[in-house]
């Protein structure tokens, strides 16, 4: 059974950091793409940021040098680190991986950034 549990949300003031776990079990991990998404009220769920298995990664634009995704293989674990947080980052922020050509999300953890 695929398992992806986020953690790490909260409530933040603008500026401030976070970070974002997701653990997962069910899936060979160390050979899995990884990504997180968000998705705000009203709006569509859109990809963040990904990690392939050897490590390279991409980013939204809006979130460049302010976000880093990382993983830990022994941990079967992603993370997002999250930097100078702005209103705009304001989301429900979702894992997701592909195992065997189905897509698996996580529960979402939200992620709200105050003024």
């Known amino acids: 059974q695929v398992q992806l549990v986020e953690s790490g949300g909260g409530l933040v003031q603008a500026g401030g950091s976070l970070r974002l776990s997701c653990r997962t079990s069910?899936?060979?991990?160390?050979?899995?793409?990884m990504g997180w998404y968000r998705q705000a009220p009203g709006k569509q769920r859109d990809l963040v940021a990904a990690?392939?298995?050897?490590?390279?990664?991409n980013y939204a634009d809006s979130v460049k040098g302010r976000f880093t995704i990382s993983r830990d293989n022994a941990k079967n674990t992603v993370y997002l680190q999250m930097n100078s947080l702005k209103l705009e980052d304001t989301a429900d922020y979702y894992c997701q991986t592909t195992w065997r050509s189905l897509n698996y999300w996580g529960q979402g953890t939200q992620v709200t950034v105050s003024s």
């Open positions: 990690i392939s298995n050897d490590g390279s990664t």
């Open positions: 069910g899936i060979a991990f160390s050979i899995s793409r």
